[in-house]
T-cell receptor, first 112, second 115 residues
Framework: GQQLNQSPQSMFIQEGEDVSMNCTSS?????WLWYKQDPGEGPVLLIALYKAGELTSNGRLTAQFGITRKDSFLNISASIPSDVGIYFCAGHGSGNTGKLIFGQGTTLQVKP | DTEVTQTPKHLVMGMTNKKSLKCEQHMGHRAMYWYKQKAKKPPELMFVYSYEKLSINESVPSRFSPECPNSSLLNLHLHALQPEDSALYLCASSQEFVFSGNTIYFGEGSWLTVV
């Protein structure tokens, strides 16, 4: 089946630094969704991408739907302590199925 | 309003108990989902309801029994669970199911501990 490779697996950064994480697949995806999950909570949608090449921002977050439709990245600028959490990429693969495929997650820790 | 509400937040149950998890959304979404999530792992799909009918059962053991009483409500009935079933159970919803461009919204989850 279709899989997503998310990297890095974890990051430990200083407050104020910029962060970048990405997801890649060997097959085409039709949508890309980025979620953040705090401990003990459900995933919260950060950004949704629907078209190849689309670049979308949400405050300090920016995400792009890769032009090949096989990758996406998420950037966080000027990180703050509340950015701590696990970030998941997810997407709908080709075949017009509603099943969401998840990456393995990127754990972000921010040192004040 | 993109809210999916789950109750209870925490549940501890014995292996012989019967309990239920409940989920509610008022966004007019016609697809609702149950996911299971273990610590630091991505959510795993269990069931999908589309227009109140079960569309997908990801080979989930029969000790988990889903129910969709109406388009806003989704239940997960639990019976004779095992300790390895302890996890965060997430409900989610989206506008449609068979449509790859739709966005899935998650609830806060129900923490289940089986003792």
């Amino acid at each position: 089946g279709q899989q997503l490779n998310q990297s890095p697996q974890s990051m430990f950064i200083q407050e104020g630094e910029d962060v970048s994480m990405n997801c890649t697949s060997s097959s085409i995806f039709n949508t890309w969704l980025w979620y953040k999950q705090d401990p003990g909570e459900g995933p919260v949608l950060l950004i949704a991408l629907y078209k190849a090449g689309e670049l979308t921002s949400n405050g300090r977050l920016t995400a792009q739907f890769g032009i090949t439709r096989k990758d996406s990245f998420l950037n966080i600028s000027a990180s703050i302590p509340s950015d701590v959490g696990i970030y998941f990429c997810a997407g709908h693969g080709s075949g017009n199925t509603g099943k969401l495929i998840f990456g393995q997650g990127t754990t972000l820790q921010v040192k004040p | 309003d993109t809210e999916v509400t789950q109750t209870p937040k925490h549940l501890v149950m014995g292996m012989t108990n019967k309990k239920s998890l409940k989920c509610e959304q008022h966004m007019g979404h016609r697809a609702m989902y149950w996911y299971k999530q273990k610590a630091k792992k991505p959510p795993e799909l269990m069931f999908v309801y589309s227009y109140e009918k079960l569309s997908i059962n990801e080979s989930v053991p029969s000790r988990f029994s889903p129910e969709c009483p109406n388009s806003s409500l989704l239940n997960l009935h639990l019976h004779a669970l095992q300790p390895e079933d302890s996890a965060l159970y997430l409900c989610a919803s989206s506008q449609e199911f068979v449509f790859s461009g739709n966005t899935i919204y998650f609830g806060e989850g129900s923490w289940l501990t089986v003792v």
